[in-house]
């Protein structure tokens, strides 16, 4: 009979560890899912935000100079010894490839950047910001410069920072409705040595 009885206790405190585990799992769940929806609610955007299209613009602005007879130059300078040369149109696309690595319209992300609106009455646009409060994301900044009369984009800047292992790459983009792009990157290598690259391309009609 003491074996039955101990048995028995020995099954109620294994159901009495399960009851508590299961108690406390459902108060952990439930305490940390208001803190996830309010740290989301928190957040400077929503998955129905509207952001202005500057992928699609960046698209048309390829598409046009592939559509048109264009003569491309491609200025470099990297530690200060600089060169020119006219290069293809995949060399361009190529070229552009960093304005079109991070789309802050994707669903993933796009609630991680909050977004301002202001007219700057010097340069005749209105501007918008998008600025990133997620230090993890390579895009931290982007301002699209509208015309105020025709509210077309006359400059896109762009500030994005990209690591892999031991190297931090920084770097400002810049682009110009209808003339060209630059890419400025600076590379800061494991061993403290810095390396500057600066990279202009412009387009013009081919006459």
């Known amino acids: 009979m003491f074996i039955t009885f101990f048995r028995y206790k020995k099954l109620y405190f294994r159901r009495l560890v399960f009851f508590i585990l299961l108690f406390v799992t459902v108060i952990i769940f439930s305490c940390s899912e208001p803190n996830t929806q309010n740290a989301e609610a928190k957040l400077p955007s929503s998955d129905s ?3 202005y299209p ?3 613009f960046f698209y048309r602005e390829i598409k046009n100079i592939k559509d048109s ?3 491309i130059t491609l200025m470099t300078e990297n530690d200060g010894q600089k060169d020119s040369s006219i290069i293809t149109k995949a060399q361009l696309t190529e070229l552009a490839r960093p304005f079109f690595e991070n789309n802050i319209s994707n669903l993933s992300v796009k609630k991680y950047y909050r977004e301002s609106i202001f007219q700057d009455e010097t340069t005749g646009t209105y501007t918008f910001d998008y600025s990133s409060v997620n230090n993890s994301l390579p895009l931290q900044n982007m301002q699209v410069l509208l ?6 984009v006359k400059r896109v800047f762009i500030s994005q920072v990209k690591a892999s292992g031991d190297t931090v790459t920084v770097q400002k983009l810049g682009w110009k409705t209808g003339e060209g792009f630059f890419v400025n990157s600076s590379q800061q290598l494991s061993a403290n040595k810095e390396t500057v690259t600066q990279i202009t391309v412009v387009w013009k009609d081919n006459n």
């Open 49 to 51: 935000s509207v952001f």
């Open 54 to 56: 500057v992928q699609d």
């Open 69 to 71: 007879a264009k003569l």
């Open 147 to 152: 015309d105020k009369e025709n509210q077309q």
